[in-house]
């Protein structure tokens, strides 16, 4: 499964962006979709998930309310609309597929670059 992320970019402080995530290569509507962050010197962390027919979703405190996943699994692609964006929201934003349940990806995208300024 090959994963392309899309979408990052640089916005002011409470601004809003869409990231986009494209497969292809695997059974998109298997997977469970996942997307994680890095920020510099920091370790990956989880953002939000989203179960195979997008029906349930998980989202870490520091995001909800805020962020939301969605997915089309016609289109083979799963988004992440982050709005109300803090300047902690820098990070660079991987995507990524499980094939067992939450917890387990076995696929990343190389990653898109999210920078939030002040």
């Known amino acids: 499964v090959q994963l392309v992320e899309s979408g990052g970019g640089l916005v002011q402080a409470g601004g809003s962006l869409r990231l986009s995530c494209a497969a292809s290569?695997?059974?998109?509507?298997?997977?469970?979709m996942g997307w994680f962050r890095q920020a510099p010197g920091k370790e990956r962390e989880f953002v939000a998930a989203?179960?195979?027919?997008?029906?349930?979703?998980r989202a870490a405190d520091s995001v909800k309310g805020r962020f939301t996943i969605s997915r089309d699994n016609a289109k083979n692609t799963v988004w992440l609309q982050m709005n109300s964006l803090k300047p902690e929201d820098t990070a660079v934003y991987y995507c990524?597929?499980?094939?067992?349940?939450?917890?387990?990806?076995?696929?990343w995208g190389q990653g898109t670059q999210v920078t939030v300024s002040s």
């Open positions: 290569g695997g059974t998109f509507s298997s997977y469970v």
């Open positions: 989203i179960s195979t027919r997008g029906s349930s979703t």
């Open positions: 990524a597929a499980g094939s067992v349940g939450w917890d387990k990806y076995d696929y």
